[in-house]
Each structure stands twice: as structure tokens, then as C-alpha cells.
């Protein structure tokens, strides 16, 4: 018989917390996923770039 295991930490989930553990694994993944959205590659400003021309000028 498989037993629900808790996607953040592997150990058995609580009915009250399904599919986590604890409240505590409920907000690490909703974090996880709030973080990654956050993370969204994009154009960035070249700071070294701008900094080595002030330098040699
Ligand atoms: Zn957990």
C-alpha cells in the first residue's frame, strides 16, 4: 500500500495538509512558486560594461 508523502520533505502527509505534511511545507511550496516567478530571465543594463567606459575615458 503507497502511503501520500509530502512533496517538500517526503514524509507522510496529514489529512489537514493534504498533499503536505504541515502548514509549514504548504507555504515553503507556495513560496517555491512565488520565488520562481521572480526569477524571470530578462534584458538587464550591463552595469560592468558602463563602469569599465568611465574608467578608461
Ligand atoms: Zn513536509
Known amino acids: 500500500m ?3 508523502r ?8 496529514a489529512p489537514a495538509h493534504t498533499p503536505f505534511c504541515s502548514r509549514g511545507c ?5 513560496l517555491r512558486w512565488l520565488g520562481e516567478g521572480y ?4 534584458p538587464f543594463v550591463d ?11
Open 47 to 57: 552595469t560592468e560594461s558602463l563602469d569599465s567606459r568611465s574608467d578608461t575615458d
Open 26 to 30: 504548504k507555504d515553503r511550496d507556495l
Open 2 to 4: 503507497t502511503v501520500p
Open 6 to 13: 509530502c512533496p517538500i520533505c517526503a514524509a507522510p502527509t
Open 39 to 42: 526569477r524571470i530571465p530578462g
